[in-house]
């Protein structure tokens, strides 16, 4: 059964795009799929970036999901548009993109965190054992011995500490007041 609905959706696609006579007909989307056809992507659906308003650097990840046509009482057939839906692996699955899991993501706000000007980079305190799950040095340290290949992933990355200037607000309680933020 399950084949044959997708065949049938293939199928449909197959008339939408040559109803339409182009696959993509939305300005400002950037796709990075060729209609499936590589091996990682997931069926009837494509991977499109969206530009953002304040930031039209950032490009925020979306599924185009091609759906079904319909058949009308009237045995007319309507088709119907791709589902847009929030991608929420990011980068990850995009073969455009490199992405090293022991580096982490690119940290796309930290130069607007700084530009707001109501926070400062501090030392910060060194990362205990407790942190990560371990009750002691020795006990994190008989866990990476026990798996060595997967120590790099789980040692932080090296990052900044931030808080907030006694001049002005909490970071978080300003962004989360400003719905423009």
């Avoid at 530009?51 to 045995?75: E, N």
């Avoid at 993501?105 to 942190?131: M, N, S, T």
Wanted: charged share 30%; with cysteine.
């Amino acid at each position: 059964m399950v084949f044959l609905l997708s065949d049938r959706i293939n199928k449909m696609n197959k008339m939408r795009s040559e109803k339409t006579g182009s696959s993509d007909s939305v300005d400002s989307v950037h796709s990075v799929e060729n209609n499936g056809s590589a091996p990682h992507t997931l069926p009837n659906s494509r991977k499109v970036y969206v530009s953002g308003k304040l930031h039209p650097d950032l490009k925020v990840p979306f599924r185009d999901i091609s759906l079904a046509s319909t058949k009308t009482m009237s045995d007319e057939i309507e088709v119907n548009e791709p589902l847009r839906v929030y991608d929420t692996s990011g980068p990850w699955g995009d073969p455009n993109v490199d992405v090293d899991v022991t580096c982490g993501l690119p940290p796309l706000r930290a130069d607007w965190i700084r530009a707001r000007g109501d926070v400062e980079e501090i030392e910060g305190r060194k990362v205990l054992p407790l942190d990560d799950g371990y009750l002691s040095e020795r006990h994190a340290a008989s866990r990476n011995d026990d798996n060595r290949k997967l120590s790099a992933i789980r040692n932080p990355l090296q990052t900044v500490a931030r808080e907030a200037r006694q001049s002005g607000h909490a970071a978080l309680v300003c962004t989360a007041g400003n719905r423009n933020a």
